[in-house]
């Protein structure tokens, strides 16, 4: 079996005096889509927080290729595109400038704007600021960016917020895509997704009182 | 791997859209400087126009009320990009951190800096200050205005995660303004006097030269924690 692309290492995490998960490892390899799932305050977002090396785990390490991220930050941080539950979208911007913002600080090209845009539904809304857009909208704007992405890994929290059915079908079409190129899709979402189970791969996270 | 972006390109598309962003907001901008002006026009009024208390104290009312005014804008320079998620985006970035964050403080510099330094020379002729001193007014304000822009963002990238930071970040900043505030005015005085003020300056400028070099990874590293 081919290398793991990013394998989680007995990784522990603590809040507020509460364990949400403990010793929890896992390998994920290029092909896979992983939901994570579990109830509010399991600990799913900590999780991709982690994963996306913004958190510091209380114990153990996430490793990208084999190694620990902190030491390869830059080549990991080429190969991930993380949103999270906030859009990283500036309401003083028009969306057109905010993907172009978002795309060169990682380091994609611009090219292709307009087309990103008309796959999010959102032609004829170049020009327009985001702050007088809706939270879909934005919520768009940010994922426009999964068109253009080079990176390998895409960790996403609560990608399908505020989006339609329609968008969340395109959507679901793009991570298969995505995967079939080899690359790699983690998520959280409360929905099922329309994917077929055996493409599908789950973690769950138990909601500890302890 | 993917160098199609320069460090160099990095700085300016950051620079640019921060400059985009507060051109669009323009509150940001003006509330500062109002600020500055109405702080050292209560002056006169409450100590009354007797020229020769105001020539003597001039100096550092303009820098104190400089120090204030800085203090009242840097809370922004993070902020907004912490509730809206761009600087989690930043954070995430392949590009180094010191240097989009090096491009954010002197966006705000330009912003809030640059306004006080142009109006400076106003006010000071409202406190009646020896015409001999404008220069040197200048000359600190050109060089330590930077330095208060850098090392507030430290205090700000600490507290960028805290609800009601406003009071802690003026308790953790403003005590290290002081050694800007203590050459600044000196030089001014002393160049009230007619004295020589170049070993003012220079300290002034060492500060800044320091403060260049070494604060943009403390406010990186500053960030990663507070984001964690």
């Given at each position: 079996m081919s290398q793991a692309l990013l394998s989680a290492d007995q990784l522990t995490c603590i809040r507020e005096d509460r364990i949400l998960f403990d010793q929890l490892s896992f390998d994920i390899y290029p092909g896979d889509l992983v939901q994570i799932e579990g109830p509010n305050g399991a600990g799913k977002t900590s999780l991709l927080r982690i994963l996306a090396g913004l958190?510091?785990?209380?114990?153990?390490?996430?490793?990208?290729?084999?190694?620990?991220?902190?030491?390869?930050?830059?080549?990991?941080?080429?190969?991930?595109?993380?949103?999270?539950?906030?859009?990283?979208?500036?309401?003083?911007?028009?969306?057109e400038e905010n993907l172009n913002f978002n795309l060169q600080l990682h380091g994609d090209s611009c090219e292709n704007v307009e087309q990103a845009l008309a796959q999010v539904n959102l032609t004829g809304f170049e020009d327009a600021l985001a702050s007088h857009l809706s939270a879909g909208q934005n919520r768009r704007i940010a994922l426009a960016r999964l068109w253009q992405s080079k990176a390998k890994i895409w960790i996403l929290d609560e990608p399908f917020t505020a989006i339609d059915k329609a968008g969340i079908a395109t959507l679901e079409h793009l991570f298969i895509k995505h995967i079939d190129n080899g690359g790699t899709v983690i998520l959280t979402s409360h929905q099922d997704l329309q994917i077929g189970a055996q493409r599908l791969k789950r973690i769950t996270l138990d909601y500890n009182f302890y | 791997m993917n160098q199609s972006i320069s460090y160099w390109q990095t700085f300016s598309n950051v620079l640019k859209r921060d400059l985009q962003v507060a051109i669009r907001n323009k509150g940001d901008i003006f509330n500062p400087l109002v600020f500055f002006v109405i702080v050292i026009t209560l002056f006169p009024l409450g100590i009354g126009s007797e020229s020769a208390i105001l020539t003597r104290i001039a100096p550092g009312v303009i820098w104190v009320a400089a120090l204030l005014s800085a203090l009242l804008s840097l809370e922004r320079l993070f902020k907004n990009d912490y509730n809206d998620g761009s600087l989690?985006?930043?954070?995430?970035?392949?590009?180094?951190?010191?240097?989009?964050?090096?491009?954010?403080?002197?966006?705000?510099?330009?912003?809030?800096?640059?306004?006080?330094?142009?109006?400076?020379?106003?006010?000071?002729?409202?406190?009646?200050?020896?015409?001999?001193?404008?220069?040197?007014?200048?000359?600190?304000?050109?060089?330590?205005?930077?330095?208060?822009?850098?090392?507030?963002?430290?205090?700000?990238?600490?507290?960028?995660?805290?609800?009601?930071?406003?009071?802690?970040?003026?308790?953790?900043?403003?005590?290290?303004?002081?050694?800007?505030?203590?050459?600044?005015t000196g030089a001014i005085e002393a160049a009230a006097l007619n004295m020589p003020y170049a070993g003012h300056l220079a300290i002034i400028a060492a500060l800044l030269a320091g403060s260049m070099t070494l604060t943009p990874f403390a406010i990186g590293a500053a960030l990663r924690v507070s984001t964690n």
């Open positions: 958190s510091r785990p209380y114990d153990g390490q996430v490793k990208y290729a084999g190694n620990t991220i902190t030491r390869v930050r830059e080549d990991y941080y080429e190969n991930l595109l993380y949103i999270g539950h906030l859009a990283g979208v500036k309401g003083e911007l028009s969306a | 989690e985006q930043m954070l995430l970035s392949p590009q180094p951190l010191f240097i989009m964050v090096f491009a954010k403080v002197l966006a705000h510099w330009l912003l809030t800096g640059v306004p006080i330094i142009i109006i400076a020379p106003l006010l000071a002729v409202l406190l009646h200050m020896e015409e001999s001193a404008y220069g040197a007014l200048l000359a600190t304000l050109v060089l330590g205005t930077p330095v208060l822009s850098l090392i507030g963002a430290i205090g700000v990238a600490l507290t960028v995660g805290i609800k009601k930071g406003g009071v802690l970040l003026s308790l953790l900043v403003l005590p290290l303004y002081i050694p800007v505030l203590i050459f600044a």
